[in-house]
Protein backbone atom coordinates (compact mmCIF):
# COMPACT_ATOMS: atom_id res chain seq x y z
CA UNK A 1 0.00 0.00 0.00
CA UNK A 2 1.40 3.77 -1.34
CA UNK A 3 0.10 6.66 1.04
CA UNK A 4 0.81 10.19 0.85
CA UNK A 5 0.45 11.74 4.14
CA UNK A 6 -0.07 15.39 4.05
CA UNK A 7 2.89 15.54 1.53
CA UNK A 8 4.32 19.05 0.15
CA UNK A 9 7.06 19.49 -2.18
CA UNK A 10 8.90 22.38 -3.32
CA UNK A 11 11.60 22.44 -5.69
CA UNK A 12 14.48 23.99 -5.01
CA UNK A 13 14.67 26.45 -7.51
CA UNK A 14 10.54 26.70 -6.70
CA UNK A 15 8.67 29.85 -5.70
CA UNK A 16 5.95 28.21 -3.75
CA UNK A 17 4.28 24.24 -3.31
CA UNK A 18 4.38 22.31 -6.12
CA UNK A 19 2.23 19.48 -4.13
CA UNK A 20 0.41 20.68 -1.12
CA UNK A 21 -0.80 18.44 1.49
CA UNK A 22 -0.95 15.90 -0.57
CA UNK A 23 -3.33 12.77 1.09
CA UNK A 24 -3.81 9.82 -0.70
CA UNK A 25 -4.35 5.89 -0.46
CA UNK A 26 -3.23 3.38 -3.07
CA UNK A 27 -4.22 0.14 -2.02
CA UNK A 28 -2.05 -3.05 -3.77
CA UNK A 29 -3.34 -3.77 -6.83
CA UNK A 30 -4.87 -0.82 -7.59
CA UNK A 31 -5.57 0.73 -11.27
CA UNK A 32 -5.16 4.59 -10.40
CA UNK A 33 -5.32 7.11 -13.34
CA UNK A 34 -3.91 10.75 -12.35
CA UNK A 35 -5.29 12.86 -14.13
CA UNK A 36 -5.43 17.27 -14.27
CA UNK A 37 -4.67 20.22 -16.13
CA UNK A 38 -0.99 20.75 -17.63
CA UNK A 39 0.93 22.21 -14.57
CA UNK A 40 -1.49 20.80 -11.81
CA UNK A 41 1.55 18.47 -10.08
CA UNK A 42 1.23 15.05 -11.67
CA UNK A 43 4.74 15.04 -12.71
CA UNK A 44 6.11 16.06 -9.14
CA UNK A 45 3.76 13.16 -7.74
CA UNK A 46 5.38 10.82 -9.80
CA UNK A 47 8.84 11.99 -9.24
CA UNK A 48 8.06 11.23 -5.69
CA UNK A 49 7.13 8.28 -6.16
CA UNK A 50 9.88 6.77 -8.01
CA UNK A 51 12.58 8.35 -6.45
CA UNK A 52 13.68 11.27 -9.22
CA UNK A 53 12.72 12.91 -5.88
CA UNK A 54 14.41 14.14 -3.83
CA UNK A 55 17.37 12.73 -5.29
CA UNK A 56 17.54 13.96 -8.43
CA UNK A 57 15.58 16.57 -8.22
CA UNK A 58 16.31 18.13 -4.48
CA UNK A 59 13.78 20.46 -2.35
CA UNK A 60 11.44 21.30 0.70
CA UNK A 61 9.50 18.33 1.48
CA UNK A 62 7.30 18.10 4.06
CA UNK A 63 4.75 14.98 5.85
CA UNK A 64 5.35 11.07 4.80
CA UNK A 65 5.56 9.06 1.79
CA UNK A 66 4.84 5.64 2.70
CA UNK A 67 5.09 2.23 0.95
CA UNK A 68 3.92 -0.83 3.38
CA UNK A 69 5.24 1.73 6.18
CA UNK A 70 8.38 2.08 4.51
CA UNK A 71 9.50 6.15 3.85
CA UNK A 72 9.78 5.92 -0.13
CA UNK A 73 11.99 9.38 -0.23
CA UNK A 74 14.68 7.69 2.29
CA UNK A 75 14.67 4.87 -0.06
CA UNK A 76 18.42 4.54 -1.85
CA UNK A 77 17.49 4.42 -5.43
CA UNK A 78 19.22 1.08 -5.89
CA UNK A 79 16.82 -0.44 -3.36
CA UNK A 80 13.90 1.58 -5.11
CA UNK A 81 14.25 -0.40 -8.43
CA UNK A 82 13.24 -3.46 -7.72
CA UNK A 83 10.24 -2.11 -6.34
CA UNK A 84 8.39 0.74 -8.53
CA UNK A 85 9.20 0.53 -12.23
CA UNK A 86 8.48 3.81 -14.93
CA UNK A 87 7.60 4.08 -18.13
CA UNK A 88 8.31 7.72 -19.36
CA UNK A 89 6.66 9.49 -22.11
CA UNK A 90 9.34 9.26 -24.34
CA UNK A 91 10.70 5.50 -24.58
CA UNK A 92 13.85 6.73 -25.96
CA UNK A 93 14.74 8.78 -23.03
CA UNK A 94 15.41 5.62 -20.68
CA UNK A 95 16.82 3.41 -22.85
CA UNK A 96 20.70 2.42 -22.37
CA UNK A 97 21.98 -0.41 -25.62
CA UNK A 98 21.06 -0.17 -28.85
CA UNK A 99 19.12 -3.89 -29.72
CA UNK A 100 16.14 -4.65 -27.94
CA UNK A 101 17.58 -7.69 -26.56
CA UNK A 102 20.44 -6.46 -24.35
CA UNK A 103 17.74 -3.34 -23.47
CA UNK A 104 15.57 -6.11 -21.92
CA UNK A 105 18.62 -7.07 -19.72
CA UNK A 106 20.00 -4.40 -18.92
CA UNK A 107 17.94 -2.75 -15.74
CA UNK A 108 18.58 -6.81 -14.34
CA UNK A 109 22.84 -6.64 -14.68
CA UNK A 110 22.49 -3.48 -12.85
CA UNK A 111 20.88 -5.28 -10.19
CA UNK A 112 23.50 -7.44 -10.33
CA UNK A 113 21.53 -11.05 -11.31
CA UNK A 114 23.32 -13.81 -12.31
CA UNK A 115 23.74 -14.64 -15.90
CA UNK A 116 21.20 -17.92 -15.50
CA UNK A 117 18.50 -15.31 -13.85
CA UNK A 118 18.73 -13.00 -16.50
CA UNK A 119 17.87 -15.10 -19.16
CA UNK A 120 14.97 -16.66 -17.42
CA UNK A 121 13.81 -13.16 -16.37
CA UNK A 122 13.80 -12.21 -19.92
CA UNK A 123 12.64 -15.24 -21.70
CA UNK A 124 9.46 -14.71 -18.93
CA UNK A 125 9.43 -11.27 -20.18
CA UNK A 126 8.84 -12.10 -23.60
CA UNK A 127 6.47 -14.60 -23.14
CA UNK A 128 4.19 -12.96 -20.42
CA UNK A 129 4.32 -9.51 -22.97
CA UNK A 130 4.60 -11.23 -26.21
CA UNK A 131 7.66 -9.65 -27.23
CA UNK A 132 9.39 -12.51 -29.29
CA UNK A 133 8.79 -10.88 -32.40
CA UNK A 134 10.96 -8.04 -31.06
CA UNK A 135 14.09 -9.59 -29.90
CA UNK A 136 17.48 -9.01 -31.70
CA UNK A 137 16.27 -5.88 -33.13
CA UNK A 138 17.56 -2.27 -33.66
CA UNK A 139 16.03 0.04 -30.92
CA UNK A 140 15.92 2.58 -33.21
CA UNK A 141 14.61 0.91 -36.22
CA UNK A 142 11.40 0.32 -34.34
CA UNK A 143 8.24 2.17 -34.40
CA UNK A 144 6.76 4.28 -30.89
CA UNK A 145 4.74 1.49 -29.97
CA UNK A 146 7.35 -0.75 -30.52
CA UNK A 147 9.51 1.42 -28.37
CA UNK A 148 7.37 1.18 -25.69
CA UNK A 149 6.80 -2.32 -25.53
CA UNK A 150 10.49 -2.88 -25.36
CA UNK A 151 10.63 -0.33 -22.56
CA UNK A 152 7.53 -1.91 -20.19
CA UNK A 153 9.74 -5.17 -21.12
CA UNK A 154 12.52 -4.19 -19.32
CA UNK A 155 10.97 -2.36 -16.21
CA UNK A 156 8.86 -5.70 -16.14
CA UNK A 157 11.69 -7.75 -16.00
CA UNK A 158 12.63 -6.36 -12.46
CA UNK A 159 9.39 -7.40 -11.46
CA UNK A 160 8.41 -4.54 -9.60
CA UNK A 161 5.24 -4.42 -7.52
CA UNK A 162 4.23 -1.10 -8.43
CA UNK A 163 4.36 0.20 -12.38
CA UNK A 164 3.89 4.13 -13.34
CA UNK A 165 3.19 5.18 -16.70
CA UNK A 166 3.55 8.98 -17.94
CA UNK A 167 1.35 10.14 -20.42
CA UNK A 168 1.70 6.43 -22.36
CA UNK A 169 -0.26 7.16 -25.21
CA UNK A 170 0.87 10.58 -26.16
CA UNK A 171 2.81 8.80 -29.92
CA UNK A 172 0.77 5.84 -29.71
CA UNK A 173 -1.54 4.94 -33.34
CA UNK A 174 -4.82 3.46 -32.26
CA UNK A 175 -3.53 -0.19 -32.94
CA UNK A 176 -0.63 0.47 -30.34
CA UNK A 177 -2.79 2.12 -27.83
CA UNK A 178 -4.96 -1.17 -27.57
CA UNK A 179 -1.49 -3.25 -27.51
CA UNK A 180 -0.99 -0.84 -24.70
CA UNK A 181 -4.16 -1.50 -23.03
CA UNK A 182 -3.60 -5.40 -23.40
CA UNK A 183 -0.38 -5.44 -21.75
CA UNK A 184 -1.64 -2.67 -18.79
CA UNK A 185 -4.52 -4.92 -18.54
CA UNK A 186 -2.07 -8.43 -17.99
CA UNK A 187 -0.33 -6.25 -15.31
CA UNK A 188 -3.43 -5.73 -13.34
CA UNK A 189 -4.53 -8.65 -13.75
CA UNK A 190 -1.48 -9.98 -12.37
CA UNK A 191 -2.12 -7.84 -9.17
CA UNK A 192 0.16 -5.23 -9.47
CA UNK A 193 -0.31 -1.31 -8.30
CA UNK A 194 -0.41 0.65 -11.33
CA UNK A 195 -0.42 4.22 -11.93
CA UNK A 196 -1.16 5.94 -15.18
CA UNK A 197 -0.19 9.83 -15.54
CA UNK A 198 -2.64 10.98 -18.84
CA UNK A 199 -4.83 13.09 -20.37
CA UNK A 200 -6.81 11.00 -22.95
CA UNK A 201 -7.80 8.29 -20.86
CA UNK A 202 -10.71 6.22 -22.87
CA UNK A 203 -8.27 3.36 -23.72
CA UNK A 204 -8.25 2.83 -19.56
CA UNK A 205 -12.27 3.11 -19.37
CA UNK A 206 -12.26 -0.56 -18.30
CA UNK A 207 -9.13 -1.02 -16.06
CA UNK A 208 -9.89 2.01 -13.69
CA UNK A 209 -10.18 1.37 -10.28
CA UNK A 210 -9.33 4.86 -8.91
CA UNK A 211 -9.30 8.39 -10.28
CA UNK A 212 -7.31 11.33 -8.26
CA UNK A 213 -7.63 14.78 -10.07
CA UNK A 214 -5.39 17.54 -9.47
CA UNK A 215 -5.14 21.00 -9.48
CA UNK A 216 -2.82 23.59 -8.75
CA UNK A 217 -0.84 21.26 -6.40
CA UNK A 218 -3.81 20.01 -4.91
CA UNK A 219 -5.28 16.37 -4.56
CA UNK A 220 -8.89 18.25 -5.10
CA UNK A 221 -11.02 15.29 -5.78
CA UNK A 222 -10.60 11.33 -6.43
CA UNK A 223 -13.68 9.25 -7.72
CA UNK A 224 -14.14 4.86 -7.93
CA UNK A 225 -14.67 3.90 -11.65
CA UNK A 226 -18.96 3.79 -11.36
CA UNK A 227 -18.02 7.59 -10.59
CA UNK A 228 -15.99 9.32 -13.33
CA UNK A 229 -18.16 6.98 -15.86
CA UNK A 230 -20.84 8.72 -14.50
CA UNK A 231 -19.06 12.06 -14.14
CA UNK A 232 -21.84 14.64 -15.95
CA UNK A 233 -20.37 16.46 -19.39
CA UNK A 234 -20.68 19.61 -17.60
CA UNK A 235 -18.58 18.91 -14.48
CA UNK A 236 -16.02 16.67 -17.27
CA UNK A 237 -15.26 20.12 -18.96
CA UNK A 238 -15.39 22.33 -16.10
CA UNK A 239 -12.35 19.87 -14.33
CA UNK A 240 -10.39 19.90 -17.93
CA UNK A 241 -10.74 16.63 -18.16
CA UNK A 242 -11.06 14.55 -21.77
CA UNK A 243 -14.03 11.83 -22.27
CA UNK A 244 -14.14 8.50 -21.37
CA UNK A 245 -16.18 8.21 -25.00
CA UNK A 246 -14.18 10.27 -27.95
CA UNK A 247 -16.22 8.00 -30.76
CA UNK A 248 -18.99 10.39 -29.78
CA UNK A 249 -17.10 13.45 -30.60
CA UNK A 250 -17.37 12.56 -34.36
CA UNK A 251 -21.13 12.74 -33.99
CA UNK A 252 -21.19 15.54 -31.88
CA UNK A 253 -18.97 17.82 -34.29
CA UNK A 254 -19.76 17.03 -37.40
CA UNK A 255 -22.81 16.96 -39.30
CA UNK A 256 -22.99 14.47 -42.56
CA UNK A 257 -25.68 17.33 -43.81
CA UNK A 258 -23.48 20.30 -43.73
CA UNK A 259 -22.07 20.60 -47.05
CA UNK A 260 -19.09 20.56 -48.87
CA UNK A 261 -17.45 22.17 -51.52
CA UNK A 262 -17.85 25.17 -49.81
CA UNK A 263 -13.86 25.62 -49.70
CA UNK A 264 -11.73 27.49 -52.93
CA UNK A 265 -9.68 24.74 -54.23
CA UNK A 266 -5.87 25.89 -54.39
CA UNK A 267 -4.07 22.93 -53.86
CA UNK A 268 -3.46 19.60 -56.15
CA UNK A 269 -1.64 16.41 -55.24
CA UNK A 270 -1.44 14.19 -57.93
CA UNK A 271 -0.29 10.62 -58.11
CA UNK A 272 2.13 11.26 -55.39
CA UNK A 273 4.84 8.62 -54.30
CA UNK A 274 7.99 8.43 -52.57
CA UNK A 275 10.39 5.78 -51.43
CA UNK A 276 14.08 5.83 -49.69
CA UNK A 277 16.59 4.51 -51.55
CA UNK A 278 16.11 0.76 -53.35
CA UNK A 279 13.63 0.01 -50.66
CA UNK A 280 9.54 -0.51 -50.75
CA UNK A 281 7.64 2.70 -51.36
CA UNK A 282 6.23 4.44 -48.29
CA UNK A 283 3.43 5.71 -49.96
CA UNK A 284 2.19 5.80 -53.71
CA UNK A 285 -0.52 7.36 -56.06
CA UNK A 286 -1.79 9.92 -53.20
CA UNK A 287 -4.66 12.23 -54.74
CA UNK A 288 -6.18 14.56 -53.18
CA UNK A 289 -7.25 18.81 -52.90
CA UNK A 290 -7.57 21.16 -50.71
CA UNK A 291 -9.32 24.41 -50.41
CA UNK A 292 -9.06 27.79 -48.48
CA UNK A 293 -9.88 27.44 -45.44
CA UNK A 294 -9.59 23.64 -45.29
CA UNK A 295 -7.97 21.33 -42.12
CA UNK A 296 -6.91 18.15 -43.42
CA UNK A 297 -6.47 15.25 -40.79
CA UNK A 298 -3.98 12.62 -41.32
CA UNK A 299 -4.43 9.16 -39.93
CA UNK A 300 -3.16 6.20 -40.39
CA UNK A 301 -0.99 3.64 -38.54
CA UNK A 302 2.43 4.36 -37.03
CA UNK A 303 4.58 3.29 -39.91
CA UNK A 304 2.12 4.35 -42.75
CA UNK A 305 4.02 7.17 -43.81
CA UNK A 306 2.05 10.15 -42.54
CA UNK A 307 5.43 11.69 -41.48
CA UNK A 308 7.29 11.43 -44.83
CA UNK A 309 4.35 12.45 -46.59
CA UNK A 310 4.42 15.92 -44.53
CA UNK A 311 8.07 16.05 -45.44
CA UNK A 312 7.22 15.94 -48.84
CA UNK A 313 4.14 17.94 -48.65
CA UNK A 314 6.41 20.83 -47.10
CA UNK A 315 9.80 20.11 -49.53
CA UNK A 316 12.18 18.35 -46.84
CA UNK A 317 11.77 15.47 -49.18
CA UNK A 318 11.15 15.28 -53.11
CA UNK A 319 8.94 13.75 -54.26
CA UNK A 320 9.65 10.27 -56.52
CA UNK A 321 5.96 10.25 -58.58
CA UNK A 322 3.05 12.44 -58.80
CA UNK A 323 3.21 16.62 -58.44
CA UNK A 324 1.97 19.33 -56.37
CA UNK A 325 0.14 22.36 -57.35
CA UNK A 326 -0.74 25.67 -55.33
CA UNK A 327 -2.92 28.33 -57.33
CA UNK A 328 -2.18 26.45 -60.45
CA UNK A 329 1.51 26.54 -60.58
CA UNK A 330 3.70 23.45 -60.25
CA UNK A 331 5.88 23.56 -56.79
CA UNK A 332 9.35 22.33 -56.46
CA UNK A 333 10.53 21.38 -53.18
CA UNK A 334 12.34 24.78 -52.47
CA UNK A 335 8.98 26.51 -53.37
CA UNK A 336 7.35 24.62 -51.00
CA UNK A 337 9.46 25.05 -48.67
CA UNK A 338 8.73 28.60 -48.60
CA UNK A 339 5.17 28.40 -48.38
CA UNK A 340 5.01 25.95 -45.78
CA UNK A 341 5.56 26.26 -41.74
CA UNK A 342 6.19 22.68 -39.86
CA UNK A 343 5.23 22.24 -36.22
CA UNK A 344 7.14 18.84 -35.00
CA UNK A 345 5.61 16.55 -32.56
CA UNK A 346 8.47 16.98 -30.72
CA UNK A 347 9.18 20.63 -29.06
CA UNK A 348 12.39 19.81 -27.61
CA UNK A 349 13.78 19.99 -31.60
CA UNK A 350 11.94 22.85 -32.36
CA UNK A 351 12.85 25.26 -29.25
CA UNK A 352 16.19 27.60 -29.86
CA UNK A 353 15.96 30.80 -27.64
CA UNK A 354 16.21 31.76 -24.22
CA UNK A 355 13.11 32.98 -23.93
CA UNK A 356 9.15 32.11 -24.84
CA UNK A 357 8.94 35.83 -26.00
CA UNK A 358 12.24 35.30 -28.26
CA UNK A 359 11.20 32.03 -29.34
CA UNK A 360 7.81 33.38 -31.01
CA UNK A 361 9.82 36.13 -32.75
CA UNK A 362 12.61 34.36 -34.08
CA UNK A 363 13.82 34.79 -37.56
CA UNK A 364 10.91 37.25 -38.01
CA UNK A 365 11.83 40.82 -39.19
CA UNK A 366 11.38 44.06 -36.42
CA UNK A 367 7.52 44.52 -38.43
CA UNK A 368 6.87 41.30 -38.38
CA UNK A 369 7.58 40.60 -34.83
CA UNK A 370 5.67 43.36 -33.51
CA UNK A 371 4.96 43.52 -29.78
CA UNK A 372 1.27 43.75 -29.65
CA UNK A 373 0.60 40.27 -32.08
CA UNK A 374 3.37 38.55 -29.40
CA UNK A 375 1.24 39.57 -26.60
CA UNK A 376 -1.86 38.48 -28.14
CA UNK A 377 -0.66 34.97 -29.26
CA UNK A 378 1.12 34.99 -25.81
CA UNK A 379 -2.56 35.32 -24.49
CA UNK A 380 -4.34 33.08 -26.62
CA UNK A 381 -2.11 30.70 -25.78
CA UNK A 382 -2.29 30.77 -22.11
CA UNK A 383 1.53 31.71 -22.30
CA UNK A 384 1.51 34.99 -21.01
CA UNK A 385 3.21 34.67 -17.45
CA UNK A 386 5.52 31.78 -18.93
CA UNK A 387 7.04 34.92 -20.93
CA UNK A 388 10.53 35.13 -19.51
CA UNK A 389 10.85 31.87 -18.83
CA UNK A 390 12.99 29.76 -20.61
CA UNK A 391 11.36 27.13 -23.27
CA UNK A 392 13.45 24.21 -21.70
CA UNK A 393 12.01 24.69 -18.10
CA UNK A 394 8.74 24.40 -19.32
CA UNK A 395 6.37 21.31 -19.13
CA UNK A 396 5.86 19.24 -22.58
CA UNK A 397 2.40 20.43 -23.20
CA UNK A 398 3.68 24.23 -22.49
CA UNK A 399 6.25 23.64 -25.13
CA UNK A 400 3.77 22.29 -27.29
CA UNK A 401 2.25 25.86 -27.38
CA UNK A 402 5.22 27.29 -27.46
CA UNK A 403 5.87 26.03 -30.79
CA UNK A 404 2.32 26.13 -32.16
CA UNK A 405 2.60 29.95 -31.22
CA UNK A 406 5.49 30.26 -33.36
CA UNK A 407 3.33 28.77 -36.09
CA UNK A 408 0.95 31.47 -35.11
CA UNK A 409 3.61 34.19 -35.81
CA UNK A 410 4.59 33.14 -39.05
CA UNK A 411 1.64 34.15 -41.77
CA UNK A 412 2.75 30.74 -44.28
CA UNK A 413 -0.21 29.57 -46.15
CA UNK A 414 0.66 25.70 -45.84
CA UNK A 415 0.66 24.90 -42.25
CA UNK A 416 1.51 21.32 -41.05
CA UNK A 417 0.91 20.11 -37.82
CA UNK A 418 2.85 16.99 -36.22
CA UNK A 419 0.68 15.73 -33.29
CA UNK A 420 -0.19 19.17 -31.98
CA UNK A 421 -2.10 18.10 -29.10
CA UNK A 422 0.35 15.07 -27.66
CA UNK A 423 0.41 15.59 -23.69
CA UNK A 424 -2.41 18.22 -23.71
CA UNK A 425 -4.98 18.07 -21.44
CA UNK A 426 -8.76 19.17 -22.49
CA UNK A 427 -8.38 22.76 -22.44
CA UNK A 428 -5.14 22.82 -24.16
CA UNK A 429 -6.55 20.93 -26.81
CA UNK A 430 -9.46 23.01 -27.14
CA UNK A 431 -7.66 25.93 -27.48
CA UNK A 432 -5.21 24.80 -30.16
CA UNK A 433 -8.16 23.47 -31.95
CA UNK A 434 -9.86 27.14 -31.94
CA UNK A 435 -6.55 28.76 -32.75
CA UNK A 436 -5.93 26.25 -36.19
CA UNK A 437 -9.57 26.88 -36.99
CA UNK A 438 -9.10 30.45 -36.29
CA UNK A 439 -5.71 29.89 -38.87
CA UNK A 440 -7.88 28.64 -41.08
CA UNK A 441 -10.30 30.95 -41.57
CA UNK A 442 -7.54 33.23 -42.90
CA UNK A 443 -7.75 31.26 -45.82
CA UNK A 444 -4.57 29.27 -45.41
CA UNK A 445 -4.23 25.02 -45.51
CA UNK A 446 -3.82 23.37 -42.80
CA UNK A 447 -2.73 19.57 -42.19
CA UNK A 448 -2.96 17.77 -39.21
CA UNK A 449 -1.08 14.39 -38.31
CA UNK A 450 -3.04 13.20 -35.12
CA UNK A 451 -4.07 9.77 -33.19
CA UNK A 452 -6.46 12.09 -31.01
CA UNK A 453 -9.47 11.23 -31.96
CA UNK A 454 -11.31 14.17 -29.70
CA UNK A 455 -9.30 16.69 -31.79
CA UNK A 456 -9.94 15.40 -34.86
CA UNK A 457 -13.68 15.09 -34.87
CA UNK A 458 -13.62 18.63 -33.32
CA UNK A 459 -11.29 20.55 -35.88
CA UNK A 460 -11.03 18.78 -39.42
CA UNK A 461 -12.85 19.20 -42.31
CA UNK A 462 -11.16 16.29 -44.06
CA UNK A 463 -9.62 12.65 -43.18
CA UNK A 464 -6.48 11.39 -45.05
CA UNK A 465 -5.95 8.03 -44.18
CA UNK A 466 -2.82 6.44 -45.37
CA UNK A 467 -3.13 2.84 -46.06
CA UNK A 468 -2.56 0.61 -48.97
CA UNK A 469 -5.39 1.80 -51.13
CA UNK A 470 -4.41 5.60 -50.01
CA UNK A 471 -8.36 6.63 -49.58
CA UNK A 472 -9.39 10.08 -48.63
CA UNK A 473 -12.21 9.76 -46.56
CA UNK A 474 -14.25 13.43 -46.42
CA UNK A 475 -16.37 13.93 -42.98
CA UNK A 476 -19.44 15.78 -44.54
CA UNK A 477 -20.43 13.11 -47.38
CA UNK A 478 -22.71 10.23 -45.72
CA UNK A 479 -23.61 8.66 -42.67
CA UNK A 480 -21.62 5.74 -43.83
CA UNK A 481 -18.74 7.52 -44.50
CA UNK A 482 -18.99 8.62 -40.62
CA UNK A 483 -19.99 4.75 -39.40
CA UNK A 484 -16.46 3.61 -41.38
CA UNK A 485 -14.18 6.45 -39.72
CA UNK A 486 -15.29 5.57 -36.25
CA UNK A 487 -15.18 1.90 -36.80
CA UNK A 488 -11.61 2.30 -38.25
CA UNK A 489 -10.37 5.03 -35.11
CA UNK A 490 -12.24 2.61 -32.48
CA UNK A 491 -12.10 -0.84 -33.81
CA UNK A 492 -15.77 -1.53 -33.03
Known amino acids: ?74 MPPSEMAGKIGTVFQDPRSQFFMTDTTRELAFGCENMGYSREEIIRRMVKTAQDLELGEYLNRNIFALSSGEKQQIAIGSVYAMT ?140 GHNGAGKTTLLSVLTGLLKEKTGEIRFRGNRLSPRKRRKLSYLVMQDADYQLFASSVEEELTLGLTPAEAGGEKVLRTLDELNLKEYRERHPASLSGGQKQRVTIGAALMKNSQMLYFDEPTSGLDYDSMVRVSGLIRVLAEKGGVIFVISHDFEFLARTCTKILKLDRHQRTYHLYRTEEVIDELIDELTEK
Open 1 to 74: MIEFKDFSFQYEEGKEDSLKHVNLTIPDGTFLLLTGRSGCGKTTMIRSLNGLIPHFYPGTMTGELLQNGVSLVE
Open 160 to 299: PDVYIFDEPSANLDYEATRRLTKVMKFLKNAGKTVVVVEHRFYYLRELIDQVAWMEQGELVRTFTREEFWNLEEETRIRYGMRTLFPERELRKYQSPSQAEGTHTPVLTVSGLGYAYEKRTPIFSDVSFTAGEGEIIGII
